[in-house]
């Protein structure tokens, strides 16, 4: 298995998995393996936003009349979705690039990533906005020990799997003929889509909700306003992940992930523990000098478990946390479903995107899921 | 040196080289040692546009009344451009993010590759409108000779530069102890960039040169339309790589590639040298079957020469063709210039976008060229 970025071999895209089969060569639209991914592209064209476009003159004042408490809540907050989003701006396209046999997937790889980078650009604005040094909140993002050690979760995967097509590459492995490395590269394959539908779906809703939460006592709102463009935009890249890791399971697409997701169920159910785990964690740092009106650690604590449940049940697993309603109902008026939602009648998709945070999906809405 | 998605060391971004310094980590806008990549994306931001934007409802009976040497200058040339951008819609994000240094080139980097991705989009825009099945136009562009033959010279630079970095991280190399691979994977970086000016700055141009005369003799105007849109893209995108090459060459970013860029300057014209062939021989394949009122393959041969002239000048290289003006002056009419233009007069940037077809940039423009 060599790379080149144009693979001169005429092959038929339409017959190739989502990955590890022949690297795209054209780039072409007019026809699809999976059309879903086609329409989260149009969608994600359609959603397209500047930061600029939002004007957040009032958040200023507002962050400075903060007590400190809710002050440190809120530049956490930021300092952690600017983590995970410096990442989420490269990794697909680094990790999935390289891998990726089918153009209407290569293309929802580079369209997610580049949104992503419109999202880190927010968080320059908005710090911008309300402290006289964005350096010093920066710098802080890699030296805080909190924000630090959850550094490592969310790139470890991502970088394990990089590692391992580097070598794939570097050594010319023929996947047909080692069969050891080429389940061990799909294992890194599934499990780093697991942890990225984690990140996006689970650790960025908890951020949301600290972020809205501020919007609710009508604080912030400028803020409230560009967050609520990001959640916009994440509802499409979760549901990317979702119908990837659900077409790999299905085994329709390669019989082999079909296995290796049934093998590592338990590790992929562990990885939303650990995160579900550490987003608790981090409700207790977050919330370590006092809590505010309508959020405390208790209830995002609540929160997590939630929506764990939710990101599971839409991969199909079982509830890992006891079942409750949403403790934080007023994030609805905050997370917009009804633009996300993809024309599920058309034939060719029986799925539909999932975004919603209170979409009740469980094993019977997937019933007829065949992508 | 090692790949991570967010390098955990505590580093300085505003002292990193462009390439193969730490990685970049924090996604951040805030200060940027080149404020010339941070304009490119602002720009290229607000030229974001969707292909659909376009009505292309009288292109349709105009292709199917254009005789069939026009017919094959046409389809050709859309042919010529699907496989530009299939290449360049992948290859900045697989080749350069995996070594880029600083963040505001890094995200310079995920902007280009994602208007590409846009421009491929275009392509099946217009061809879906114009045949009815775009499978044997699309399917033809791995199968044609004259087509294929062209890729390898688009992609060789490209994919020695990306095996060079898979071996580099595969085997863990340490850049500052072996001389020989760092000298040589800088070399690549550099040869590729050469070579992707090239893509953009002469061969893209010549195929406008196409795309445009059709409408110069105003047919097929919903397809000029969509290229005079990529056109004002690709203005970005040569200025990048020029301002990338002109950075190396100059040696403050890194005093290694100067003396690389000096090492292989005949190596560099070469490329330039050789691409001009390539269109020449292009422009002889499109003309095969008859010219058309207003472009034949001597006027368009011509051009080659022009346009080669004009990119190597704003690398500081002598021309290698003979002197002469514009052979193809309406060509101004469609390469929108005045949008392009970044500020000159800010003190940070002492260069400026030279993306239009007909500047006149001489070595003298260039003697305050300080980015
Ligand atoms: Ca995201
Ligand atoms: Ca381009």
Same mark, same amino acid.
């Given at each position: 298995h060599t790379y080149s970025t144009f693979c001169r071999a005429n092959n038929d895209a339409m017959k #190739?998995?989502?990955?590890?089969?022949?690297? +795209?060569?054209v780039a072409r639209?007019?026809?699809?393996?999976?059309p879903f991914f086609e329409k989260l592209i149009e969608k994600q064209l359609s959603f397209f936003w500047r930061p #600029? #476009?939002?004007?957040?003159?009032?958040?200023r004042t507002e962050y400075s009349d903060l007590p400190a408490n809710e002050q440190h809540i809120f530049i956490s907050n930021l300092k952690y979705q600017t983590l995970l989003d410096s990442v989420q701006g490269r990794s697909p396209n680094v990790a999935l690039l390289p891998l990726v046999s089918i153009p209407e997937l290569e293309t929802w790889i580079e369209t997610w990533a580049f949104s992503e980078t419109i999202h880190s650009r927010s968080y320059t604005h908005i710090i911008r906005n309300i402290v006289a040094n964005p350096s010093l909140v920066f710098d802080d993002i890699v030296t805080n020990e909190e924000i630090t050690k959850r550094a490592i979760s969310v790139t470890e995967h991502y970088d394990e799997l990089i590692a391992l097509t580097n070598y794939m590459y570097a050594n010319e492995i023929d996947l047909d003929k080692d069969d050891e490395f080429r389940k061990k590269i799909k294992t890194a394959l599934y499990l780093t889509v697991v942890s990225v539908n984690v990140l996006e779906a689970i650790r960025f809703y908890v951020s949301f909700a600290c972020s809205f939460s501020f919007a609710e006592r009508s604080l912030m709102e400028g803020n409230a306003k560009v967050i609520k463009l990001i959640a916009r935009d994440e509802a499409l890249h979760l549901s990317g992940t979702q119908n990837m890791l659900n077409l790999m399971a299905e085994g329709k697409d390669d019989p082999e992930l079909a296995e290796i997701a049934r093998e590592n169920k338990e590790a992929a159910i562990n990885i939303f523990r650990e995160a579900a785990e550490q987003e608790k964690q981090w409700a207790e740092y977050l919330f370590k000098d006092g809590s505010m009106i309508g959020l405390n650690a208790s209830i995002l604590k609540d929160y997590v478990e939630y929506i764990t449940n939710v990101r599971l049940k839409a991969l199909r697993f079982d509830p890992i946390f006891e079942n409750r309603s949403n403790?934080?109902?007023?994030m609805n008026n905050w997370l917009v479903s009804d633009n996300v &939602?993809? /024309?599920?009648?058309?034939?060719?998709?029986?799925?539909?995107? +999932?975004? &919603?945070?209170?979409?009740? +999906?469980? /094993?019977e809405d997937f019933s007829d899921f065949d992508l």
């Amino acid at each position: 298995h060599t790379y080149s970025t144009f693979c001169r071999a005429n092959n038929d895209a339409m017959k #190739e998995p989502m990955f590890f089969g022949q690297n +795209v060569n054209v780039a072409r639209y007019d026809q699809q393996k999976y059309p879903f991914f086609e329409k989260l592209i149009e969608k994600q064209l359609s959603f397209f936003w500047r930061p #600029e #476009e939002v004007d957040l003159s009032t958040d200023r004042t507002e962050y400075s009349d903060l007590p400190a408490n809710e002050q440190h809540i809120f530049i956490s907050n930021l300092k952690y979705q600017t983590l995970l989003d410096s990442v989420q701006g490269r990794s697909p396209n680094v990790a999935l690039l390289p891998l990726v046999s089918i153009p209407e997937l290569e293309t929802w790889i580079e369209t997610w990533a580049f949104s992503e980078t419109i999202h880190s650009r927010s968080y320059t604005h908005i710090i911008r906005n309300i402290v006289a040094n964005p350096s010093l909140v920066f710098d802080d993002i890699v030296t805080n020990e909190e924000i630090t050690k959850r550094a490592i979760s969310v790139t470890e995967h991502y970088d394990e799997l990089i590692a391992l097509t580097n070598y794939m590459y570097a050594n010319e492995i023929d996947l047909d003929k080692d069969d050891e490395f080429r389940k061990k590269i799909k294992t890194a394959l599934y499990l780093t889509v697991v942890s990225v539908n984690v990140l996006e779906a689970i650790r960025f809703y908890v951020s949301f909700a600290c972020s809205f939460s501020f919007a609710e006592r009508s604080l912030m709102e400028g803020n409230a306003k560009v967050i609520k463009l990001i959640a916009r935009d994440e509802a499409l890249h979760l549901s990317g992940t979702q119908n990837m890791l659900n077409l790999m399971a299905e085994g329709k697409d390669d019989p082999e992930l079909a296995e290796i997701a049934r093998e590592n169920k338990e590790a992929a159910i562990n990885i939303f523990r650990e995160a579900a785990e550490q987003e608790k964690q981090w409700a207790e740092y977050l919330f370590k000098d006092g809590s505010m009106i309508g959020l405390n650690a208790s209830i995002l604590k609540d929160y997590v478990e939630y929506i764990t449940n939710v990101r599971l049940k839409a991969l199909r697993f079982d509830p890992i946390f006891e079942n409750r309603s949403n403790p934080l109902p007023w994030m609805n008026n905050w997370l917009v479903s009804d633009n996300v &939602q993809v /024309a599920p009648q058309e034939s060719e998709i029986s799925s539909y995107l +999932v975004g &919603q945070v209170d979409s009740k +999906v469980g /094993a019977e809405d997937f019933s007829d899921f065949d992508l």
